[in-house]
Structures are given as structure tokens and as C-alpha cells.
């Protein structure tokens, strides 16, 4: 119903940066979160960040092991947000999956394929 198109994943050397973006291609909820979730081989998938439109002003949340390094900011009308990530680990090494969701209603999640990130020297 919806195709939610990422980008910006690639290989990194430790301490450097990459930007992931991703756009739904058309709009579905009034108030929408958008955001990546990130799993490695083996692991549980985990929360990376998301932005949360609202009224006034939107909200942000960022996973315990991204905070301070990674930052995320949208573009309301245009259901695209942007990743930016700096000080990268190769424990950052993940597919991170782009999500898009009503705000109002959890069972509403719609992802994108997934972007590979690789943070190796």
C-alpha cells in the first residue's frame, strides 16, 4: 500500500559518518512516526531513532546505543526523515529498516527492505 524508499547505506570506516533518508511514497495518517530499527546477524532487531510528527512541534526518540552520536529530523510534508550518523562503531554494523506508522495506532507499522551499514577499516 505504501513503499517506503531508503538510502544512504554503504561501508564506513570506525569514527566516520553516513546519512540514511527515507521517503513513503504517499500519505497515509494524519500523524505519523517515522524512524529505522537496525538488526545484525544474530541479534534482535533494535529501536535507532524515530521522528514523531505533531501539532506544534515533533518529537524525537533515540536507542540507548545511538544517543549522542546519531541525530534524525524529518520533513513533515514530504514523509521523509533523515538520519544522521557520526562516531561510527563496527558494532553500528546492521541492516537498518526504515519504519513508517500512525502515531495513534502501534499495529499500523509498514517497512522498508532495509539498507545495509558496514562500519569497517
Known amino acids: 500500500q505504501v513503499q517506503l524508499v531508503e538510502s544512504g547505506g554503504g561501508l564506513v570506516q570506525p569514527g566516520g559518518s553516513l546519512r540514511l533518508s527515507c521517503a513513503a511514497s504517499?500519505?497515509?495518517?494524519?500523524?505519523?512516526?517515522m524512524g529505522w530499527y537496525r538488526q545484525a546477524p544474530g541479534t534482535e532487531r533494535e529501536l535507532v531513532a524515530y521522528?514523531?510528527?505533531?501539532?506544534?512541534?515533533?518529537?524525537?526518540e533515540y536507542g540507548d546505543s545511538v544517543k549522542g552520536r546519531f541525530t534524525i529530523s524529518g520533513e513533515d510534508t514530504k514523509r521523509t526523515v533523515h538520519l544522521q550518523m557520526n562516531n561510527l562503531r563496527p558494532e553500528d554494523t546492521a541492516v537498518y529498516y526504515c519504519?513508517?506508522?500512525?502515531?495513534?495506532?502501534?499495529?499500523?507499522?509498514?517497512w522498508g527492505q532495509g539498507t545495509q551499514v558496514t562500519v569497517s577499516s
Open positions: 504517499r500519505s497515509l495518517f494524519t500523524f505519523y512516526t
Open positions: 519504519f513508517y506508522r500512525n502515531s495513534l495506532d502501534a499495529d499500523s507499522n509498514y
Open positions: 521522528w514523531r510528527t505533531g501539532v506544534i512541534t515533533d518529537g524525537t
